[in-house]
């Protein structure tokens, strides 16, 4: 069990983290910078002939879908889960959004998923299916999926997913019924 480190030496027994990275991310953030640097490229090129409205459309054009691919796929290069006593928090990217946190009172129940696939999410990200919930995919393989009190369902993948779901299922309070009417 991996633990998030206090201090120089001691684990911290009351958190649990993990992640998951898909290094192919960086192969469409590279194409975004790439289309940035074109947008860059054509502002400052003194050759452009076609005039200017043209050029601030390619100029801006091209920087704008840089940007958004930039930063659309850095986000989901890896997610990381930290499960504490009272909650659990997914947090995106380097910068940590898209962000999620989920208190442990609004899990009903976790579960080992040997295969989670982005294609049966519609793609990588922070994804959601009608049918199926919500999920955090950042590559194939394992993961957890959560069942929350309110019916729906969460997927998140992560290394040592049978971990995490133990350390999840450790932590859950047992609801109890309200009063009978």
Same mark, same amino acid.
């Not at 993961?143 to 969460?154: I, K, R």
């Given at each position: 069990?991996?633990?998030?480190?206090?201090?120089?030496?001691?684990?911290?027994? *009351? =958190?649990?983290? #993990?992640?998951?990275?898909?290094?192919?991310?960086?192969? +469409?953030?590279?194409?975004? %910078? !790439?289309?940035?640097?074109?947008?860059?490229?054509?502002?400052?090129?003194?050759?452009?002939t076609?005039?200017?409205?043209?050029?601030?459309?390619?100029?801006?054009?091209?920087?704008?879908?840089?940007?958004?691919?930039l930063?659309?796929?850095?986000?989901?290069?890896?997610?990381?889960?930290?499960?504490?006593?009272?909650?659990? *928090? =997914?947090?995106? #990217?380097?910068?940590?959004?898209?962000?999620?946190?989920? +208190?442990?009172?609004?899990? %009903? !129940?976790?579960?080992?998923?040997?295969?989670?696939?982005?294609?049966?999410?519609?793609?990588?990200?922070?994804?959601?299916?009608?049918?199926?919930?919500?999920?955090?995919v950042?590559?194939?393989?394992?993961?957890?999926?959560?069942?929350?009190?309110?019916?729906?369902?969460?997927t998140?993948t992560?290394?040592?997913?049978?971990?995490? =779901?133990?350390?999840?299922?450790?932590?859950?309070?047992?609801?109890?019924?309200?009063?009978?009417?």
């Open positions: 069990m991996r633990h998030r480190r206090h201090g120089p030496h001691a684990p911290d027994p *009351e =958190v649990w983290t #993990g992640r998951a990275t898909n290094r192919i991310q960086w192969l +469409p953030a590279l194409a975004g %910078a !790439g289309c940035m640097a074109l947008g860059i490229e054509l502002a400052v090129d003194p050759a452009w076609s005039g200017a409205a043209p050029l601030v459309m390619a100029v801006v054009g091209c920087i704008a879908a840089g940007l958004l691919v930063f659309g796929t850095l986000a989901f290069v890896h997610v990381a889960l930290r499960v504490d006593r009272e909650c659990l *928090e =997914v947090r995106c #990217g380097h910068i940590g959004v898209p962000r999620r946190r989920i +208190p442990l009172s609004q899990v %009903a !129940g976790a579960e080992f998923v040997p295969h989670v696939t982005p294609r049966h999410w519609g793609g990588w990200g922070y994804r959601w299916r009608p049918e199926r919930g919500t999920a955090v950042v590559r194939r393989g394992e993961g957890v999926a959560l069942q929350l009190w309110d019916g729906h369902t969460f998140i992560v290394d040592d997913a049978e971990a995490a =779901v133990r350390v999840i299922r450790d932590r859950l309070r047992p609801r109890t019924p309200g009063p009978a009417r």
